[in-house]
């Protein structure tokens, strides 16, 4: 399972050099002093097998399987020599087992050549700066943060690292930054080593101070709705919740791999950073505020964004048919939003005898009495529809009703006139109508204009009988 974010956006005016720099850290490593392990590794191997030490430790080793690891006796009968090369030079719980027993015997020479090739297996960076539970030291607590164990493990790691590093970055500052980053990754080592006391096995990579810093970008933006990216298996999608709400999601995930997941991979670490870094960032934001405003998030795009974009990315791909079909959808799916609208009537502009054209100009007019449509596009878009087509058919009585009153909204006296009589053709009464009329014979009663003043409340009275007819 992974979920990460997809919405937060740097500043890059101010970029996050200290996050920039642990990145650089961590590939240098990687290329220029773990490149050399090959070297370190292959020098130790040859002093083994050219020591006295593949005889004198083959009947050891069978002690200590007897002794130790009686469950390997199977699988050591199976690989033969192989399983005791391997584990003789590589298991470091062989060697300190060995050591003991040649310190005890007084096996001075033998005691020698094992230290000598422990030495030269020790410059190998894993053991060298890695975490070793059973042996922890202040060179493995920070060094393990900047090895990795493959490049698909490093580039995993600083991925996520540039994912939420970014963003905390610029809301913590810098030295907080690094500084709770390195603190996170000690609190991560100090959970491994609670749970794994006692394994020989070393722990590398930036795992755990990585998980911190996602603890930190959670403290930070609190409940804040923000959109993420999933994936469950061969599922994928995205969804938006507060920030808070995906902590108990890695916890778990985190907690699931321990119980079920790959052996080799430090899950407690994980743990500890994240809880680390979502603690440590809440008392430092107690403390101080943030030395910079969190990065501008955009709100998730609501569906009628997303239908826009649907119908672009077909007029894009020249499917000008397929683009007119998402917008009819959209309109009757979403009939407030006037950008899909105005972009129906675009496209069924072409022919305006088409019924796609009359529905969207219809769609619009049934939105006179929405304010966020003004009047002076509503009047343009009307008379543009006049203009294009011999039949009007989206000038219903219900539609001219609408035009009818935003026009003595907007005063636009001539126009609420033609209105008027167009109801007037189409047979309508309707109580809003006197109140209209008189509106318009007041208009030019104030003009001075007598007969259209009379005429206009003839109209009103011709209307008001078609209810009685």
Same mark, same amino acid.
Not at 20 to 36: E, R, S, T
Not at 320 to 326: D, H, N, R, S
Not at 404 to 413: C, G, L, N, Q, V
Not at 443 to 448: C, D, P, S, T
């Given at each position: ?31 220029? &002093? ?37 469950? +390997? ?107 709770? &980053? ?9 959970? $491994? ?27 930070? &933006? ?73 990065? $501008? ?115 636009? +006296? ?15 009464? $309707? ?39």
């Amino acid at each position: 399972m992974l979920i990460i974010p997809i919405q937060n956006k740097p500043d890059w005016r101010r970029p996050p050099l200290m996050c920039f720099v642990l990145i650089a850290i961590n590939v240098l490593m990687f290329i220029f &002093y773990q490149g050399g392990d090959e070297a370190r590794w292959q020098a130790a191997e040859d002093y083994y097998f050219e020591s006295d030490l593949p005889d004198f430790e083959e009947q050891r080793f069978l002690m200590y399987v007897n002794e130790v690891h009686p469950e +390997w006796r199977a699988q050591m009968d199976v690989e033969g020599e192989e399983f005791f090369y391997r584990e003789s030079l590589g298991n470091p719980e062989f060697h300190h087992w060995l050591l003991s027993k040649l310190d005890a015997e007084g096996e001075t020479e033998w005691l020698r050549q094992r230290r000598e090739f422990a030495q030269l297996r020790d410059r190998v960076s894993s053991i060298a700066l890695g975490l070793t539970p059973a042996a922890p030291s202040i060179t493995g607590a920070f060094g393990h943060m900047f090895l990795h164990g493959s490049w698909d493990h490093l580039i995993g790691n600083m991925v996520f690292l540039l994912l939420f590093g970014l963003s905390v970055e610029l809301a913590l500052g810098g030295l907080w930054f690094t500084g709770l &980053y390195l603190v996170g990754g000690l609190a991560a080592a100090g959970l $491994h080593i609670l749970v794994e006391s006692g394994s020989q096995v070393p722990m590398v990579g930036a795992s755990g101070a990585v998980s911190a810093i996602m603890g930190m970008f959670v403290a930070i &933006y609190g409940v804040r709705r923000l959109r993420f990216f999933y994936t469950i298996g061969f599922m994928f999608g995205e969804f938006t919740a507060p920030a808070l709400l995906v902590l108990p999601l890695w916890l778990g995930k985190e907690i699931f791999g321990y119980l079920y997941g790959d052996t080799s991979i430090a899950y407690w670490a994980h743990t500890g950073g994240l809880l680390a870094g979502f603690a440590l960032t809440l008392l430092a934001l107690y403390w101080r505020p943030a030395v910079q405003p969190m990065p $501008h998030t955009e709100e998730a795009p609501s569906p009628q964004k997303m239908a826009m974009t649907r119908v672009d990315r077909f007029v894009e791909e020249g499917k000008i048919l397929e683009a007119t079909e998402a917008a009819a959808s959209a309109v009757r799916q979403y009939p407030q939003a006037l950008a899909l609208i105005e972009r129906y009537i675009e496209l069924t502009a072409a022919a305006p005898e088409s019924e796609g054209y009359h529905r969207a100009n219809l769609a619009l007019f049934a939105q006179a009495a929405n304010p966020a449509l003004s009047g002076y596009t509503l009047t343009i878009a009307y008379r543009r529809y006049l203009a294009a087509t011999e039949k009007p058919r989206a000038l219903t009585a219900k539609a001219n009703l609408l035009m009818a009153r935003r026009a003595a909204e907007e005063k636009d +006296w001539p126009w609420l006139e033609e209105l008027l009589r167009r109801l007037r053709q189409q047979r309508v009464n $309707h109580p809003l109508i006197p109140k209209l009329s008189m509106a318009l014979v007041n208009y030019y009663r104030r003009l001075g204009e007598e007969g259209r003043a009379r005429e206009m409340k003839e109209l009103a009275e011709e209307m008001a009988a078609f209810g009685q007819a």
